[in-house]
């Protein structure tokens, strides 16, 4: 996807206002106005809606706790939830930002954007939490993680977050959770253009565009397509001050993402659709060990291409069918002269079978395989191919609660992993609820643990862990969901790597033991007309060999955002806060962060929005020795068909 081909296409969605006014016409009355229920395969399974409601506190349904739709209110793991009108809401322009507000996760960015990020979320380690693009792993088989940086919002529908120990929905890395990122779906309406430019602080430059609607009148064959830019001269990644051997100039980032996709419906039983998802980066990144004078460059990918079909087979027995194709990209150059390569390729197939076994009752059963290869001129590591069996069974008796699943993960470099989770739920009352669950996960080791030359070791295990949770829950149309979760996870068979040759080398072995016990709460709802969230962490995060806590988590952090609605207004406001935290020795001071944005529309179709980030200009430290961004402002206007 070049630069040509992405200014092009925003260049023609800039003239659609004129030729919508020019075309414009009463809707056509074949034409719907619900809007089309969105199926998300494989972890969103027919059935699940995209908008499922907005109507009231407990519409919204959720489809990655159980691998199929429930109501937000129903589901026994902890899950958040960040509708569309969420993400507007927020002050955030990628997934990291967004992520912020979800209760149990911490993310640590190590410069402006672009620049990496890691995600703890319940204490767990970027590579124990499993980040999804429409139901498709996208991380690197080298790292073990996502480049969640690389994710804009602009691209986005949801997003979805489930808490805990999850590998027996999802396989390896579903330790701390599963975020889930739905990208824009289609509607039953006609075709509906939209576009929006924006500028603010280091001299942000933003495009996007899109058009979704139905291709038919009978709304049968829906579709989506979107494309954004965004360029930045950011700042200084690493404080020069210490760390003199970095560049002291900025460090700008362009990102170009394209998303589209295509769905027919067949009939009330059948449809089918191909998914697309594509983003590019270039991040200028500093190198505390390199020369004041380097300039270095990451160039990402980030893409996501699925095709899959969704069946009711009889009135009690539904499948879902997904091929896709998740991979990862990552070059590196200093002063212009390449230095390394590493490209990832996820091939995944997944057969997934609902049966309704009573009036709620549900048995699921599937196969999932999957094919990760590593390109690198760095060093070569045999394809790895996994073949996995889920099962699940979710049932409600009277005001009992049941979810039980198991997994069965065959790899070709390791051997097998047998992962469960066991989950009840109790109704006091209509409002009242209680949970508890009890969970194992695991986490494959990456190639780099496996094969990197020096420290990778083939011997070492899976890294293992087992989770004990319990909530109280209170749930209404009036309040929304209010939540306290207790939880302790336990991990073992951690990779470290350990010094070997008197510290000239280290080598990866199954060291490590922690423990993350802590408190979770939260709440997403509304106090009149003003729509709230709030979450609050406290946790023990340990590493049992040291008896210290582990790098960057804090001990107890907190977000609140609020957002109201009047005459042509939107006014929101968030407030971000953390504890101190300790980083390989040095403190990291705790911060608190405030931000304020609003929206203003102009008529039916035009608005201007604008943002202010940190607001008191908080001078705060994510990682040691990076820098983080002063107060910034950025303003949009857009246009949206009507």
């Known amino acids: 996807m070049s630069t040509l081909t992405v200014r092009a296409a925003l260049l023609a969605f800039a003239g659609l206002p004129l030729v919508a006014l020019a075309q414009s016409a009463p809707s056509d009355p074949a034409f719907s106005s619900s809007e089309h229920a969105a199926a998300s395969p494989p972890a969103a399974p027919a059935g699940a809606t995209s908008a499922a409601a907005n109507g009231g506190a407990l519409a919204p349904v959720v489809v990655t706790a159980q691998r199929g739709p429930q109501s937000l209110a129903e589901a026994i793991p902890q899950t958040t939830r960040f509708s569309r009108e969420d993400i507007e ?14 209760p149990g996760a911490q993310l640590v960015r190590n410069g402006p954007p672009g620049s990496n990020v890691t995600l703890f979320l319940r204490g767990g380690s970027a590579t124990q939490s499993l980040v999804l693009i429409d139901g498709v792993r996208v991380d690197s088989v080298s790292l073990g993680q996502a480049q969640i940086g690389q994710i804009p919002l602009s691209q986005v529908d949801r997003v979805e977050v489930v808490n805990g120990d999850v590998s027996a929905l999802y396989g390896s890395g579903a330790m701390g959770g599963v975020v889930q990122v739905f990208t824009k779906d289609g509607g039953n309406h006609p075709p509906r ?21 139905a291709l038919d009148k009978d709304g049968k ?52 659709g191909v998914r697309y998802f594509q983003s590019n980066g270039k991040d200028s990144f500093d190198n505390a060990f390199g020369a004041p004078t380097d300039v270095n460059y990451l160039y990402s990918k980030v893409r996501e291409a699925s095709v899959f079909a969704n069946g009711k087979l009889t009135d009690w027995w539904t499948t879902h069918l997904t091929a896709a194709l998740g991979d990862d990209r990552a070059i590196d150059k200093t002063n212009g002269v390449y230095n390394n390569r590493f490209d990832t390729d996820n091939r995944q197939y997944t057969w997934q079978n609902d049966f309704k076994l009573g009036a709620q009752q549900k048995l699921q059963l599937g196969y999932e395989r999957l094919d990760q290869s590593l390109d690198s001129d760095q060093f070569a590591a045999p394809d790895r191919h996994v073949n996995s069996v889920f099962a699940g069974y979710a049932a409600r008796f009277g005001a009992s609660q049941i979810q039980a699943n198991v997994r069965r993960d065959q790899y070709s470099d390791f051997g097998g992993a047998n992962t469960y989770y066991l989950g009840y739920g109790f109704d006091f ?22 094969y990197f030359p020096g420290s990778g070791n083939p011997s070492i295990r899976p890294e293992r862990s087992h989770s004990v949770e319990a909530a109280l829950q209170y749930a209404s149309d009036a309040l929304g969901i209010v939540r306290l979760t207790a939880f302790q996870t336990r991990y073992s068979d951690l990779i470290n790597y350990v010094p070997t040759q008197g510290g000239l080398f280290y080598l990866a072995e199954n060291v490590g033991r922690a423990k993350v016990q802590g408190l979770e709460g939260s709440w997403a709802g509304e106090v009149g007309k003003t729509r709230v969230r709030a979450a609050l962490t406290v946790q023990n995060p340990v590493d049992e060999d040291t008896h210290t806590d582990l790098p960057r988590r804090a001990r107890h952090f907190a977000s609140f955002s609020a957002n109201r609605s009047f005459g042509g207004w ?27 944005s609003a929206r203003y529309d102009i008529t039916k179709s035009w608005y201007v929005s604008a943002h202010i980030d940190n607001l008191f200009d908080k001078n705060y430290e994510l990682a040691y020795t990076y ?6 402002a950025f303003i949009t206007i857009g246009w949206q068909q009507q």
């Open 627 to 632: 820098n983080t961004p002063r107060r910034s």
């Open 89 to 102: 809401d927020s002050t955030a322009t990628d997934l990291p930002g967004l992520l912020a507000e979800a």
């Open 570 to 596: 939107r006014v929101g406001g968030e407030w971000i806060v953390s504890g101190p935290r300790d980083d390989s020795g040095a403190n990291l001071a705790g911060f608190g962060l405030v931000n304020l």
């Open 221 to 272: 064959t829906t579709f989506s397509f979107n494309v954004s830019r965004s360029k930045d001269d950011g700042f200084s990644a690493i404080d020069p001050r210490l760390a003199p051997s970095a560049n002291p100039g900025p460090d700008g980032y362009l990102n170009e993402t394209v998303s589209a996709m295509v769905r027919h419906k067949f009939d009330e039983r059948w449809d089918a």
């Open 429 to 450: 009352t209509e409002h009242w609820k209680a949970t508890a669950s009890y969970s194992s996960a695991f986490r494959a080791p990456s190639f780099d643990d496996l």
């Open 193 to 213: 253009f939209d576009f929006s430019l924006g500028y603010g602080s280091y001299h942000t430059q933003t495009q996007q565009a899109g058009v979704q609607g």
